[in-house]
């Protein structure tokens, strides 16, 4: 079973910045895919920012130019750079791998995002 934990989260003013941390059970070499998405309340669980197979990156339109995923494959860890965040960004932040591209996607508990003045 693969273990996934975020961390990084908290409260941020608007136009500030944060790093949010993905730690794996797992080697991150040979993954299918990895990713963030964010869930808000009341609101259903949108994709943020995820790379498939052959390291092709999709960025969320809203997001574009503010945010940058990235990893390090010694310490499997997986990386979202939030910049330039605004309220609307508050929501809770998942991680997830995906080992093979028909299987099944391993997610953390999540980690709080809160921007506000």
């Known amino acids: 079973q693969v273990q996934v934990v975020e961390s990084g989260g908290g409260l941020v003013q608007p136009g500030g910045s944060l790093k949010l941390s993905c730690a794996v059970s797992?080697?991150?070499?040979?993954?299918?895919?990895m990713g963030w998405y964010r869930q808000a309340p009341g609101k259903s669980r949108e994709s943020v920012a995820t790379i498939s197979g052959g390291s092709i990156a999709y960025w969320r339109d809203s997001m574009k130019g503010r945010i940058t995923i990235s990893r390090d494959i010694s310490q499997s860890m997986i990386y979202l750079n939030m910049n330039n965040l605004q309220p609307d960004d508050t929501a809770v932040y998942y991680c997830?791998?995906?080992?093979?591209?028909?299987?099944?996607?391993?997610w953390g508990q999540g980690t709080q995002v809160t921007v506000s003045s």
């Open positions: 797992r080697s991150l070499v040979n993954l299918y895919g």
């Open positions: 997830y791998v995906e080992p093979i591209a028909t299987g099944t996607r391993y």
